[in-house]
């Protein structure tokens, strides 16, 4: 079984930035894609990033583009999403969730099977 923690949110001022993680444990190697996913208040879940393990291409969403960037450091089996230049329109909880079916190459638009509990994200001075 696979298990996913997200850390490192918080409130941050507009224009700054933040660095969320997401700690993968239990079965890392039945993981294909880690994706991150945003929820704000009273709006829909929605993609942000994802990366494909295999070969860490990406996908990523309009509004993340040149602002946001997914990474991953395979000792820690964590995958990261640095925050750049952030908005109050960003202000959400951030959830990651893997893909333990195989896919060739990740997709925000795809569906999920596995995910964190979220992080909280506040953007406002």
């Known amino acids: 079984q696979v298990q996913l923690v997200e850390s490192g949110g918080g409130l941050v001022q507009p224009g700054g930035s933040l660095r969320l993680s997401c700690t993968v444990s239990?079965?890392?190697?039945?993981?294909?894609?880690i994706g991150w996913f945003r929820q704000a208040p009273g709006k829909e879940r929605e993609g942000v990033s994802c990366?494909?393990?295999?070969?860490?291409?990406?996908d990523n969403a309009d509004f993340a583009e040149g602002r946001f960037t997914i990474s991953r450091d395979n000792a820690k089996n964590t995958v990261y999403l640095q925050m750049n230049s952030l908005k109050p329109d960003d202000t959400a909880v951030y959830y990651c969730?893997?893909?333990?079916?195989?896919?060739?190459?990740?997709?925000?638009?795809?569906?999920?099977?596995?995910w964190g509990r979220g992080a909280r994200v506040t953007v406002s001075s």
């Open positions: 969730a893997a893909s333990v079916l195989p896919i060739a190459v990740c997709s925000i638009e795809i569906e999920y099977d596995v």
């Open positions: 239990g079965f890392t190697s039945d993981v294909y894609a």
């Open positions: 990366i494909t393990l295999s070969d860490d291409t990406s």
